[in-house]
């Protein structure tokens, strides 16, 4: 992300009035078993999708599916915000999707394995209203009927 001073004053005010989601009420659930017993997926807001999958747009507030056997080379970023350096990621996805990290742990035996599918929705979102209400809870109760434990949560 560019330092503020180095922005022009419009991009300066719309960073600095950017609304903050709070939520101090999301209970915190030690999870059931350990985690080498445990299915994880991966839920981020780095905008990425498999290649040939509908890229995201702005303000986009649905969510890609991502198959937990896909390659790395197939999985694609199309998140957009004057503010965001996407060459990180374009140099190793692991920076904000690190399933090469999860698969070593899998390997290792400290992760049970995957879930059959990962999430992915955009961030630099403005309003929340359809992922809080709609979209949220629908990849939730899919991660629950897919039978992971644990989500890990990357933000971008």
Known sequence: MPRLD??????RNNLITFPAQVNDTAPFVRPGKPLS??????VTT????????????PGDQSYRVIAADTPA??????????GFDRVPI???LNVSFPIDR????????ELGG??????SFMGAQRDCARIEQ??????????????VDVALITPT
Do not use: K, W
């Open 6 to 11: 180095r922005l022009p004053q419009i991009n």
């Open 37 to 42: 017993g445990s299915r994880i997926a991966i």
């Open 46 to 57: 780095a905008g990425l999708h498999r290649r040939g999958d509908r890229p995201f747009g």
């Open 73 to 82: 080379a197939d999985i694609l970023q199309s998140h957009t915000s004057i």
């Open 90 to 92: 374009m140099r190793d």
């Open 102 to 109: 999860l698969r070593e742990l899998i390997t290792r035996g």
């Open 114 to 119: 995957f879930g059959p599918n990962h999430y």
């Open 134 to 147: 709609e979209t949220g809870p629908e990849a939730a109760r899919r991660l629950r009927d897919e039978g």
